[in-house]
């Protein structure tokens, strides 16, 4: 009924992302003369705009060119999915239509035309097809949050938004998780506060669960304590356990309803698309049988219908929960490996490798539980905790006779980019009083190049203080080396995997010849990570490496191994003299 009736009291609202104002009024031209359809279109040439349009204003339909990107078309077309609320994103390119088509559908696009021979015609019908769809999805929405807000949902509703929901996850390829949580105990909740107080908590309840969820998702509240959740778009089972790990925690403080604080606790059953099933029915049943196990603990749980998927959420959830009380509970610890002058076989300085001493696992490696901790955003705390740490050994060190050895500190890409991250630095370097030249910050490719402009900010901030900043794991990214003439860059560290092919391939000599000598035209000094072997060190000696630090000469260690190193290392060193 609606596609017939015409629509010029409410026109539909374009946003046109392309680059080119030409294209722009040809798009305008193209659609000018639909005697059915009025519209009204915005023209958006860059990307900062872009997404102050999409929070602030409103359109009905996304008319995007497929150039328009900031790296990668997927990656756009997601953020267009989460930033412009799932409205209808058009897209239209130069590329011949079949294989491209096909894909950009598959990651999001609503439809797509080419631009050549690009029609009067095919714009309208694409833009009203979408502008319609849009509509319907509106009125549905609408209804649904009606619903959720007063008590029930249609059943029929639900169950066709979770089909329309798995067609997406089938089409684009994707995981999908359907939860149903359950209220634990609300029979005995609802005769002990009334039943207009336990509506009032369903209510609240509803309200935090929305903000614990992504926009992408679903919330339903299928019957008097129950809700369903239709996860969209997830990676793997982390990404799960992410969202779960939100909800759970959403439920942590209590309600306050009617004057009283109320603690609630849920139970959650986890099913997901494709691996428990790919009708809406069967993942309901197993959500739902899903949540019955979960009953069975006490407090909020949850449990997968899937194995697997539940031991592999299960130790993301539990390695952040241990890493949390790691930090408050004095168990991570930092090693120390000496960095070696290869000219005069002095040690230089030290990386400060952190570790985990976990209670019940004995030494856990960074590599281990690094990612975890910038999952769950642990690495700030963490990352500062280790700055601190480095900054009191390095007046230790002094102390003990050893001034001058550079202390160098690893920062993840997380901890780069925290908003904070140059006060907090200056801070604990201003408290802790020590020589700042004597701190190294370690950053990889990806921190740096990420936001070069950001980069270069901090990195002078910083520099300005005394600190001075390292690449780390050179060579495993795809920068390029003049991208940190602009930087404040004293080292360089080659990564382990090229110098550890020394010996066994050409390439590795050739790459690592041309690394040291570009870094040496820029005035930046070269350490190789990794040295295992007589060999290596030969070549790198050869090649004029500055520094170097492996198994060779010393692996990481905690501090008391650390001081005895070094006594021993100055000893041999006398002896020789
Ligand atoms: P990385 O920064 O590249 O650190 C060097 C890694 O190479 C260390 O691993 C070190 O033990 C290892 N290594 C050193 N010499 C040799 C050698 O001769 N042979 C071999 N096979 N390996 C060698 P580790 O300590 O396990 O640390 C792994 C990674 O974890 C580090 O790589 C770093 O990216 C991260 N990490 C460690 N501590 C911290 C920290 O405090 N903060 C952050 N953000 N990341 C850290
Ligand atoms: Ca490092
Ligand atoms: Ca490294």
């Known amino acids: 009924m609606l596609a017939k009736q015409p629509v010029s009291s409410s026109s539909v609202r374009i946003l046109v992302l392309s680059p080119d104002y030409t294209d722009f009024c040809w798009y305008r031209a193209l659609l000018a003369e639909d005697g059915e359809l009025s519209t009204d279109l915005t023209w958006c040439p860059d990307l900062v705009d872009c997404e102050d349009l999409l929070r602030n204003a409103h359109f009905d339909v996304i008319l995007w060119d497929c150039v328009f990107h900031g790296g990668s078309e997927k990656a756009f ?24 088509a096909n894909e950009l559908l598959g990651q999001g696009a609503a ?105 992408v998702d679903s919330l339903m509240r299928i019957g008097g304590d129950e809700f369903a959740v239709i996860v969209e778009k997830v990676e793997d089972s ?84 241990d890493l949390r009380n790691a930090l408050r509970g004095h168990e991570l610890e930092l090693y120390y490996q000496p960095r070696i002058d290869l000219a005069t076989e002095d040690v230089r300085g030290v990386e400060c490798l952190i570790r985990w001493n976990h209670p019940e696992r004995g030494l856990v490696s960074p590599d281990e539980f690094i990612p975890a901790a910038e999952r769950s955003g642990l690495i700030v705390p963490i ?36 908003r904070k991250m140059t006060e907090t630095i200056f801070r604990i370097i201003y408290n802790a009083n020590v020589d700042t030249s004597l701190i190294e910050l370690e950053l990889t490719e990806s921190a740096m190049m990420h936001d070069l402009d950001y980069a270069r900010r901090c990195l002078r901030e910083l520099n300005q203080l005394g600190v001075s900043f390292a690449l780390d794991d050179f060579g495993t990214g795809f920068s390029s080396l003049s991208n940190l003439q602009n930087l404040p860059i004293s080292l360089l560290k080659i990564d382990k995997s090229f110098v550890q092919q020394l010996g066994r391939s050409a390439d590795a000599e050739h790459i690592i010849r041309a690394i040291i000598s570009l870094a ?58």
Not at 113 to 121: F, V
Not at 288 to 299: L, Q, T, V, Y
Not at 546 to 570: C, K, T, V
Request: proline share 3%.
């Open 111 to 215: 439809d797509y035309l080419s631009k050549a021979g690009l029609d009067p015609w095919s714009l309208r019908r694409a833009v009203r097809c979408l502008w319609y769809r849009g509509q319907l999805g509106e009125t549905e929405q609408g209804q649904l949050r009606r619903e959720v807000a007063s008590g029930f949902i249609n059943r029929d509703l639900f169950f066709d938004r979770l089909q329309q929901a798995l067609l997406r996850a089938e089409r684009g390829r994707q995981r999908l998780a359907l939860l149903h949580l359950n209220l634990d105990n609300f029979r005995s909740l609802n005769e002990s506060i009334g039943y207009q107080e336990s509506d009032q908590l369903i209510l609240k309840l509803a309200d935090r669960l929305r903000t614990s969820l992504r926009r």
């Open 77 to 100: 077309l997601h953020y267009l999915a989460v930033s412009g609320n799932d409205k209808p994103v058009l897209a239209v390119s130069a590329e011949s239509p079949a294989e491209l």
């Open 238 to 321: 982390l990404a799960i356990s992410q969202i779960i790990r939100k909800v759970v925690s959403s439920l942590d403080d209590p309600f306050v309803v009617a004057g009283q604080n109320l603690l609630v606790s849920a139970s959650l059953g986890v099913a997901s698309y494709p691996e428990a099933g790919d009708t809406p029915e069967t993942l309901m049943r197993r959500a739902n049988r899903a949540m019955f196990e979960a009953k069975r603990d006490a407090g909020t749980s949850y449990r997968f219908y899937d194995q697997q998927l539940h031991i592999n959420a299960g130790y993301q959830l539990r390695l952040e929960a």
């Open 520 to 577: 040496h035209s820029l005035q930046i000094s070269v350490v190789a990570e990794g040295v295992e072997t007589d060999g290596q060190l030969e070549f790198l000696r050869q090649e004029h490496c500055d520094e170097i630090q492996g198994y060779y000469f010393a692996r990481p260690m905690p501090w008391q191994e650390l001081i005895d190193f070094l006594h021993n290392h100055s000893q041999a060193a006398c002896l020789q003299q």
């Open 383 to 418: 990352g500062y905790w280790v700055i601190e740490q480095a900054c009191a050994r390095l007046q230790q060190m002094a102390d003990l006779g050893y001034p001058g050895l550079v202390f160098a500190v690893n920062l993840s890409f997380r901890q780069f980019h925290d």
